[in-house]
């Protein structure tokens, strides 16, 4: 592996691999470097992607893995564990430098930060190990999966009634499950009745498993309620903590008044707080979708080669003045 970049990716999901392809037929030199843990690594499927509807995301992974090595992207496994910033004379402005795991140190013009997110899981024993299967989260990649079945919505935030309507939507067989009565208010529960969804006030224990599938819910009460699904918000934070070195800004991620975890701060294509690092998919936007995460990858891979467009016109022209050849 050569030890300096145009640019290096952080990550190798939709995002950081749709940024080197872009990057990749552009010319630059590009290293990927991805520790194969993709957000939605439990899910059988990846949907709502037009062309590849329900791919299973590993296999996503590999395709796309094997469309930026035709154009000379380098992807590695591996995971970068240090990065840092140098400020420099020259048209660059700045030079990066991150720490593999294996100990290799790459250099960079710029940084695509692309490490995704994790989700912080509602903390009830059980709910982990169906996380992604027989416990969902967004009614937009698994609802088809559930729907007419008998749903369970366990409601952590205010937010639990509107989350309720919408698997409500895939389902006449939905029940509430609110251990905090006030997360509810008399509108919501009037809501939801009116819509037909059942509301127990009651403290989910344990979500129950057979042989691996999900089978319902013990109560605090020790009642044990029979479901195919439960539905389950997760607080959603920034995969980051490799970039200590760089200081770049995290802001909350805010549904209404709650927070739902953190984000980096970036502009309309994807530049942080620190010149010359840019971020794209989960990273950035928890809420962003395969196709959406892959589609921000693009539109920041762009942006990352008109601003080397820019970098190396600037040295062409302080070459040009020193009476220097240029290429
Ligand atoms: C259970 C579940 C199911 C989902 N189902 C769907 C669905 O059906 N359809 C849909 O559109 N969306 C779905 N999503 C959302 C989907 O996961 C995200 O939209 C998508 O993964 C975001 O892509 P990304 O490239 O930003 O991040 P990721 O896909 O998470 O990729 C980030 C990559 O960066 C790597 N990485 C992290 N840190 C480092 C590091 N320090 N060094 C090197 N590599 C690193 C990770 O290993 C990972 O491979 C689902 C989410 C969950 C939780």
């Known amino acids: 592996m050569q030890n300096h970049f145009d640019v290096v990716v952080i990550g190798g999901g939709p995002a ?5 392809l872009v990057l990749g037929r552009s010319r630059r030199s590009v290293l990927v470097v991805d520790s194969g843990e993709p957000r939605n690594a439990p899910a059988a499927g990846a949907h709502n992607y037009l062309g590849r509807e329900g791919v299973a995301p590993r296999e996503l992974h590999r395709i796309g893995r094997q469309e930026v090595a035709a154009y000379g992207v380098e992807v590695t496994d591996g995971r970068i564990v240090a990065a840092s910033a140098t400020p420099t004379d020259g048209p660059d402005a700045v030079a ?3 720490t593999l795991d294996s100990g290799a140190l790459v250099t960079a013009r710029r940084l695509v930060v692309a490490s995704g997110a994790v989700d912080v899981l509602p903390d009830v024993p059980g709910l982990a190990e169906q996380w992604g299967r027989g416990v969902v989260h967004c009614p937009f990649c698994h609802g088809w999966e559930v729907r007419d079945q008998r749903i369970g919505v366990l409601v952590t935030t205010p937010n639990g009634a509107h989350h309720a309507l919408m698997f409500r939507a895939l389902s006449d067989r939905v029940t509430v499950f609110v251990g905090e009565p006030e997360l509810l208010d008399a509108t919501a529960r009037a809501g939801l009745t009116a819509r037909g969804v059942t509301v127990r ?7 129950e498993s057979d042989e691996g599938r999900l089978t319902g819910v013990r109560l ?3 009642e044990v309620v029979a479901l195919d699904a439960l539905a389950a918000a997760s607080a959603v934070e920034p995969r980051v903590e490799h970039l200590d ?3 770049l800004e995290v802001s909350d991620f805010l549904v209404g008044d709650v927070r739902f975890g953190g984000m980096l701060a970036v502009d309309g294509v994807g530049q942080t707080s620190v010149r010359g690092v840019y971020a794209a998919g989960n990273v950035t936007t928890p809420t962003a979708t395969v196709i959406a995460s892959a589609a921000a990858g693009t539109q920041t891979g762009a942006a990352v080669h008109g601003d080397l467009v820019q970098a190396d016109l600037a040295a062409a022209l302080a070459a040009v003045s020193a009476g220097q050849p240029t290429r």
């Open 16 to 20: 950081g691999l749709s940024a080197a």
């Open 96 to 98: 990066f430098s991150v």
């Open 201 to 207: 006030d009651e403290r989910v224990a344990h979500v």
């Open 245 to 247: 070195g760089l200081g």
């Open 220 to 222: 605090g009460s020790g």
